[in-house]
């Protein structure tokens, strides 16, 4: 079982253009979090998605949308990127259910000149 | 608003000795807390999770406790390795819906050989 996994692994984008992340759950897990880690902070809740819907939502902009597919693999899109977009991007899958691990990808480090 | 801290920001200690991460979170109506593991550049691997209703968990070497009405948690690490060094990072989640996981920034350890 490959885990979670993300792709791609490393992107530069310069400012205004749009990006789209990708993310394959383990295999058995429903339920894809998506949450952006700034250097040298914590990771930040962007928002859940579950059964092809958006379940949770964090504090992030508009520009910030997401995507669940049937076979719950998801994206993220990000538009009029700014320079304050770069960071690690982490995506997180589980079953959905309350007290289990969640399961993270390696990341994609999106670098906005 | 929950708000969760890391102290110490970074931690350097010889080969063998033990040692203890500190975690505080405001708000004491959680679900559970996990601690992660992160290498530089990398995802984030669950190391223990502690439901609300549990004291302590522990898995080898490592060791967490949760009180929950003082809003405190530690992991005790126990004959450190080189190959401790890492950054350490805890999350607590609100809901149990194992999405909006809310980070601290982290310990960075650096065990020296």
């Known amino acids: 079982d490959a885990g979670v996994t993300q792709s791609p692994t490393h992107l530069i984008k310069t400012r205004g253009q749009q990006v789209t992340l990708r993310c394959s759950p383990k295999?058995?897990?429903?339920?894809v979090s998506w949450y952006q880690q700034a250097l040298g902070q914590g990771p930040q809740f962007i928002f859940q998605?579950?059964?092809?819907?958006?379940?949770q939502r964090g504090n992030f902009p508009d520009r910030f949308s997401g995507h669940q597919f049937p076979n719950y693999s998801s994206e993220l899109n990000v538009n009029a990127l700014l320079l304050g977009d770069s960071a690690l991007y982490l995506c997180?899958?589980?079953?959905?259910?309350?007290?289990?691990?969640?399961?993270f990808g390696s990341g994609t480090q999106l670098s906005v000149l | 608003k929950q708000e969760v801290t890391q102290i110490p920001a970074a931690l350097s200690v010889p080969e063998g000795e033990n040692l203890v991460l500190n975690c505080s979170f405001t708000?004491?109506?959680?679900?559970?807390l996990q601690w992660f593991r992160q290498d530089p550049g990398k995802g984030l691997t669950s190391l223990l999770l502690?439901?609300?209703?549990?004291r302590e968990q522990t898995s080898g070497r490592l060791n967490a406790s949760l009180d929950k009405s003082s809003g405190r948690s530690t992991l005790y690490i126990a004959a450190s390795q080189p190959g401790d060094s890492a950054t350490y990072l805890c999350?607590?989640?609100?809901?149990?819906?194992?999405?909006?996981?809310?980070f601290g920034k982290g310990t960075k350890l650096s065990v020296k050989p």
């Open positions: 997180a899958s589980s079953s959905g259910t309350g007290n289990e691990k969640l399961l």
């Open positions: 295999s058995g897990h429903d339920t």
């Open positions: 998605y579950y059964e092809e819907e958006e379940r």
């Open positions: 708000d004491s109506a959680i679900y559970n």
């Open positions: 502690i439901q609300s209703s549990q």
């Open positions: 999350a607590v989640d609100p809901r149990g819906s194992q999405g909006n996981l809310i």
